[in-house]
Nanobody, 125 residues
Framework: QVQLVESGGGLVQAGGSLSISCAAS????????MGWFRQAPGKEREFVAA????????YYADSVKGRFTISRDNAKNTLYLQMNSLKSEDTAVYYC??????????????????WGQGTQVTVSA
C-alpha cells in the first residue's frame, strides 16, 4: 500500500506563489495516476489537478487552469503542485491522492484509492 505525506503548505499573500509536495512510499507510485484535491471549510472536497503515471498528460479544474502546474518525479517518488497567482479562494487544505487504475482524468474523489493527510494553504487578501 502506498502512503502519502504532503508538505509545503503555509501562508501566502494574494498574487503570490507556493509549491507543495507529496512524498510517496511504496514501489507502485510510479505506475499510478495522481491527483490533487482541496477542501475549504464548510465545502466539499474538490478536484484540482491530475497527472498520468509517467507525467506526460495533465488535467486541471477550470478554476486553476493557467495558474497551477502539477508534476511528478517518479525517481523521487514525489508529486508536486506549483501554485501561482494565488487568490483568497484558493485557501483550503490540499490533499494528494493516488488512482490505481491510472486514469489521469479522474476528477471524482471516489475514483482515488489512497490519500495523504493534507496540508493547509492560506492565501491572505
Amino acid at each position: 500500500q502506498v502512503q502519502l505525506v504532503e508538505s509545503g503548505g503555509g501562508l501566502v499573500q494574494a498574487g503570490g506563489s507556493l509549491s507543495i509536495s507529496c512524498a510517496a512510499s511504496g514501489r507502485t507510485f510510479s505506475t499510478h495516476a495522481m491527483g490533487w484535491f482541496r477542501q475549504a471549510p464548510g465545502k466539499e472536497r474538490e478536484f484540482v489537478a491530475a497527472i498520468d503515471w509517467i507525467g506526460s498528460r495533465t488535467y486541471y479544474a477550470d478554476s486553476v487552469k493557467g495558474r497551477f502546474t502539477i508534476s511528478r518525479d517518479n525517481a523521487k517518488n514525489t508529486l508536486y503542485l506549483q501554485m501561482n497567482s494565488l487568490k483568497s479562494e484558493d485557501t483550503a487544505v490540499y490533499y494528494c491522492a493516488g488512482n490505481k487504475l491510472s486514469y489521469y482524468r479522474a476528477t471524482s474523489a471516489g475514483e482515488y484509492d489512497y490519500w495523504g493527510q493534507g496540508t493547509q494553504v492560506t492565501v491572505s487578501a
